[in-house]
């Protein structure tokens, strides 16, 4: 079966720059989107195709895939970019989600 | 405004049945993709199924498949999740997810507020 790997966890100061990565075999063959989970909510999506920003989302979220890792990139972090993000492909007809990052902001 | 409300999710015993349903309005549903997401509290999303926008077309994760079978009625706009032979593996919070476009990588970008469905004796 196909995986995603994230770091568990990432810890930032306000202000800097939060970079989450995710890895899996063949992502130059796939599209990566990334959710974002706060604590008690449902997640919301903040990149589709690898690096396009739905409306509403801030310009300090970007996204990158390199085909051997896909970056989510938050500039500028606030404390309430505080969240679990999950990064997600299409494989063979099914979805991955990645483990998930937990993101600090301290 | 787009909703998506699910319900159904409850304590049930090893090996029972439950039926999941997720009630959409505000967009065309035959238009859509649905899915269906779990998520154990304190854990990672899963996936867990996926219907096409005429219900003709469903696939399933792995462990699920031959347990579970999504359905969609368009006259009642609802999405279902029929859930059989349940294991103490499955209690998670199932959430019902709308799939942006049939373009690849466009994402999920509405997900209901989720229902519990906990498998214990």
């Known amino acids: 079966s196909y995986d995603l790997t994230q770091p568990p966890s990432v810890s930032v100061s306000p202000g800097q720059t939060t970079t989450i990565t995710c890895s899996g075999d063949?992502?130059?063959?796939?599209?990566i989107c990334w959710y974002q989970q706060k604590a008690g909510q449902s997640p919301v999506v903040v990149m589709f195709?690898?690096?396009k920003r739905p409306s509403g989302i801030s310009e300090r979220f970007s996204g990158f895939n390199s085909g051997i890792t896909a970056t989510l990139t938050i500039s500028g972090t606030q404390t309430s970019d505080e969240a679990d993000y999950y990064c997600?492909?299409?494989?063979?007809?099914?979805?991955?989600f990645g483990g998930g990052t937990k993101l600090t902001v301290l | 405004e787009v909703q998506l409300v699910e319900s159904g999710g409850t304590l049930v015993q090893p090996g029972g049945s439950l039926r999941l349903s997720c009630v959409v309005s505000?967009?065309?549903?035959?238009?859509?993709?649905m899915h269906w997401v779990r998520q154990v509290p304190g854990k990672g999303l899963v996936w867990v199924s996926r219907?096409?926008?005429?219900?003709?077309?469903?696939t399933y994760a792995d462990s699920v498949k031959g347990r579970f079978t999504i359905s969609r009625d368009i006259a009642k706009n609802t999405v279902y999740l029929q859930m059989n032979s349940l294991r103490v593996e499955d209690t998670a919070v199932y959430f019902c997810?709308?799939?942006?476009?049939?373009?690849?990588?466009?994402?999920?970008?509405?997900w209901g507020q989720g229902t519990l469905v906990t498998v214990s004796s």
């Open positions: 063949n992502l130059g063959n796939k599209y």
């Open positions: 997810v709308r799939e942006v476009s049939a373009l690849a990588g466009t994402g999920f970008d509405y």
């Open positions: 219907i096409d926008n005429h219900g003709s077309g469903t």
């Open positions: 997600q492909a299409w494989d063979s007809g099914t979805v991955i």
């Open positions: 505000g967009f065309s549903f035959t238009t859509y993709w």
């Open positions: 195709q690898d690096s």
